[in-house]
């Protein structure tokens, strides 16, 4: 295997249209913001990361904000002039900086793809390196698509619709207080069997349990942290109470965070954002736990441009992760992308796997000049939560 020697990190913090938003419990972000990483090595390879954070703190405490600042000031010059051999070197070099994952898991990335695309590996074929035997990319990752909150039932019912016809085979849907047991009702009574999933992003607590024990009558994949954000002990007493299993996102941020949350019983499923866990070298570790304890696993998306949906879709394709991943294809996001080609869906719910070196993807350098100009004039920026 072939070194890198980091010679040069550029930040492009940039502002994307976003083609549908997303509506959540703790709000609804009018584009999106992110940071991107170019890491340039000594001979000349760059590798392409993505730092996925929001303008508001609303699901992580970091923003395109505090990632700007942890990187420039601190994880970027960790990296400068570093040779390194294997990408999982990379959470030791950056160990000086407590949390910011997201921030952390921009810059892993960069280096995962620039040690793959100077070994002409594929990002699947890199990652594959790191588990057991037989675990090796499927070619394709088995996706759903996220369905923010709407004004009524039957403007959510208008969009599955929409979504199913274009070959979606599992519906996600936002839920909070007062838009939640009559939104499941209303779906089921008119898609019984349709693959569903409900996402609270925190928004109830111990207290409501007898009211979220009404979503086991729907027969739902799961519903995804409905309790605090940062809440493993309270999941652990609501889980028992429900049929439908319960998928930790928000409060998953360390393998050792899925141990505790399995040990206690908080829930049956784990949604792996890699970028909340801070990067692919502590997703791997909790890939492994969860084969370990048979526990099924997904990819989330934090509504990526296709740099980071390029990688998290090569770790998806990976036969550990059992259950359907919120990566969608590029026309569900972005018109145009930052990337080429676009992502299609295919037959049978499925994204194909670029097979080229690293990413797989072409960065398209004039639109992340043009996005980068657009976050420049959305700068300072005062944002209303909805
Ligand atoms: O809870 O999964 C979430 C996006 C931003 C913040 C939190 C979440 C999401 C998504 C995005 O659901 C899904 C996607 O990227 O397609
Ligand atoms: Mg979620």
């Not at 793959?116 to 588990?131: D, P, R, V």
């Not at 009211?211 to 609501?238: R, V």
């Not at 429900?242 to 505790?260: F, G, K, N, W, Y």
């Amino acid at each position: 295997m072939r070194s890198v020697t980091v010679k040069q990190i550029n930040l492009h913090p940039i502002a994307m249209t976003l083609v549908e938003r997303l509506k959540t419990s703790f709000g609804e972000e009018p584009f999106k913001a992110c940071v991107l990483i170019e890491l340039i090595t000594d001979d000349g390879v760059v590798g392409w990361g993505e730092s996925p954070t929001e303008i508001n703190p609303g699901y992580s405490y970091e923003t395109n904000g505090t990632s700007m600042h942890i990187l420039r000031e601190f994880l970027v010059p960790a990296l400068l002039g570093k040779t390194i051999h294997d990408a999982t070197e990379v959470p030791a070099l950056l160990s000086e900086v407590r949390g910011h994952p997201l921030a952390k898991h921009g810059i892993e990335s960069a280096v995962w793809d620039a040690l793959a695309k100077a070994n002409g590996q594929s990002l699947a074929e890199a990652f594959a390196a790191y588990l057991p035997a037989g675990h090796i990319s499927r070619g394709y990752a088995n996706v759903g698509v996220s369905i923010g909150i709407q004004p009524s039932v039957e403007k959510t019912l208008e969009i599955i619709r929409k979504r199913l016809g274009q070959g979606y085979g599992r519906i996600k849907l936002k839920i909070k207080p007062g838009w939640d047991v009559e939104l499941a009702r209303g779906v089921r009574a008119e898609l019984p069997d349709v693959m569903l999933m409900l996402d609270a992003n925190s928004a109830y607590t111990l207290a409501d349990a007898a009211h979220l024990k009404e979503f086991d009558a729907f027969n739902l994949l799961m519903i995804e942290q409905p309790l605090g954000y940062n809440d493993i002990f309270q999941h652990s007493k609501l889980q028992p109470q429900l049929q439908t299993p319960i998928c930790l996102d928000e409060s998953i941020h360390s393998a050792d965070d899925v141990r505790l949350a399995l040990e206690l019983g908080a829930c049956k499923i784990i949604n792996l954002k890699p970028s909340r866990v801070s990067g692919y070298t502590e997703s791997l570790e909790i890939y492994r736990v969860c084969v370990a304890n048979k526990v099924p696993l997904w990819i989330g998306g934090m509504l990526e441009t296709g740099i980071g949906r390029a990688a998290n879709l090569a770790f998806a394709s990976l036969p550990g992760v059992s259950l359907p991943c919120d990566i969608s294809a590029t026309d569900r996001y972005y018109n145009p992308d930052i990337t080429e080609p676009a992502f299609v869906l295919e037959p049978g719910s499925r994204i194909r796997v670029p097979s080229a070196p690293g990413i797989g993807v072409e960065v398209q350098r004039e639109r992340v000049q043009a996005a980068a100009a657009r976050w420049r004039a959305e700068m300072p920026y005062k944002v209303a939560m909805s």
